[in-house]
Each structure stands twice: as C-alpha cells, then as structure tokens.
C-alpha cells in the first residue's frame, strides 16, 4: 500500500517518469476544502484499485515551478500524469471529482 508522499519541484520531475501513473493535489495551509478532502484522498491511497497509483501533496506557495505548469488557480488543485505527461489538471471540491480523476488516470492507455 502506497501511503501519500510529500513531494516538492525538485522531484516531481523524477518521481512522474519514474512512476507510470501519478495524481499531485496542491494544497495551501489555509484552505477548507483542501482539509476537507484529506481524509477521502487518503482513504483513495489505499484502496486496492488505486494501487497503481502514486499519490502526491505539495504545497502551493511553496513549489512556484509546478504550481505553474500546471497553471495552479487555486487550491485543493489536482494535477493526474501519465508515463511523464501532464494528461489534465483542475480545481477539484468534491470526494467524487476525485473519485473521476483517479478512474480516468487508472484508464490512462498508451
């Protein structure tokens, strides 16, 4: 079971072509939502059909290079890579985008 690693811009880049499928949520130390949707995305690093999976937080503030390629416009914001591409990112609120999110990135093809 993988738990969620803390990431930061110096190893995205690494961790995201290492790993075959990635979610990073941004976060803030401020936002509700973000603290809201902890416990789910948590609950979601564990679930067996997320297994392959890697599961990243980062600060926002505190990570400029990838806040902006993934054009950050707020927090809890998600970023889902596949094979080292960026295959989307949105400003997500509800356990069930997150839910969306994870599904698309688990149906991630070549």
């Not at 110096?10 to 990073?24: G, P």
């Amino acid at each position: 079971m993988m738990a969620i690693q803390t990431s930061s811009d110096k190893e995205l880049r690494s961790i995201i072509f290492e790993k075959e499928r990635v979610i990073v949520k941004f976060i803030d130390e401020e936002c509700q939502i973000c603290k809201a949707l902890a416990p789910s995305f948590s609950t979601f690093s564990e679930d067996p059909k997320y297994q392959d999976i890697t599961f990243l937080k980062m600060d926002a503030a505190e990570n400029p290079v990838s806040s902006k390629e993934v054009k950050l416009t707020g927090t809890p914001f998600f970023a889902i890579y596949f094979k080292g591409t960026l295959r989307d990112c949105a400003l997500l609120s509800s356990e069930e985008d997150v839910r969306k999110y994870l599904d698309r990135l688990v149906s991630c093809q070549e």
